[in-house]
């Protein structure tokens, strides 16, 4: 976990050093970091993260071509609108959040695709002290805006698929239908709000 946070702050360096062009940071506020599993193998549950930060780098306010991205999540953060649920979550079956509370996303790769302002983003997830690497579409704004405060805006909506088992969050039961309670697929619905630095 340590050499995870040291990455964190040395991409976070970079982001913000002379490689940089456009900076932005975050707004909590108008973004959202969402999940869905399937349940009980007919509905969907979904959930998200309350907390978490970020810093991101592009070549331009709309250029976002290998763009540097540092993100990381507070596990504990999670919340489902269901208190057990949410305990269940946060302990030692899924994120054990005591002992890993930070899961983390650098980028590695960020391609534009033959969409306007969608791009194939690349890069390594850590969760519960496991790295993979995944693959997202990200897709942004026709353009920036300024809010009423001189704010500059920009924003992505970020999607994707992993598997949870491929980060140790193996837990299950099965049902007497058949089936299982919760499915190993987890989707990503991430929406991102951006104010330029």
């Known amino acids: 976990m340590k050499k995870t946070i040291l990455t964190i702050a040395a991409v976070t360096g970079v982001i913000?050093?002379?490689?940089?062009q456009v900076n932005w940071k975050i707004d909590n506020s108008h973004s959202k970091v969402g999940?869905?599993?399937t349940h009980l193998m007919v509905s969907e549950t979904e959930g998200?993260?309350?907390?978490?930060e970020g810093g991101i780098s592009s070549k331009t306010e709309t250029d976002f071509t290998d763009a540097k991205i540092a993100f990381n999540i507070d596990a504990a953060s999670v919340n489902t609108d269901d208190e057990k649920r949410d305990g269940h979550l946060k302990g030692p079956d899924f994120f054990d959040a005591e002992k890993f509370p930070k899961m983390t996303f650098i980028a590695t790769s960020m391609k534009p695709t033959k969409v306007k302002t969608?791009?194939?983003?690349?890069?390594n997830l850590s969760i519960k002290g496991v790295t993979?690497?995944?693959?997202?579409?990200?897709?942004?704004?026709?353009?920036?805006v300024k809010d009423?405060?001189?704010?500059?805006?920009?924003?992505?909506?970020?999607?994707?698929?992993?598997?949870?088992?491929?980060?140790?969050l193996t837990w299950n039961?099965?049902?007497e239908s058949g089936g299982v309670v919760v499915s190993d697929d987890v989707n990503l619905n991430i929406t991102?709000?951006?104010?330029k630095s």
């Not at 913000?16 to 940089?20: D, L, N, R, S």
């Not at 998200?48 to 978490?52: A, V």
């Open 16 to 20: 913000a050093g002379t490689f940089a």
């Open 35 to 37: 999940f869905s599993v």
């Open 48 to 52: 998200k993260f309350k907390i978490y």
């Open 118 to 123: 969608t791009y194939i983003l690349e890069g």
């Open 132 to 144: 993979k690497k995944v693959i997202l579409v990200a897709v942004g704004s026709e353009k920036t």
């Open 148 to 168: 009423p405060w001189g704010n500059i805006k920009y924003a992505f909506k970020v999607t994707g698929k992993i598997n949870r088992k491929d980060f140790g």
């Open 173 to 175: 039961a099965a049902l």
């Open 192 to 195: 991102i709000e951006l104010n």
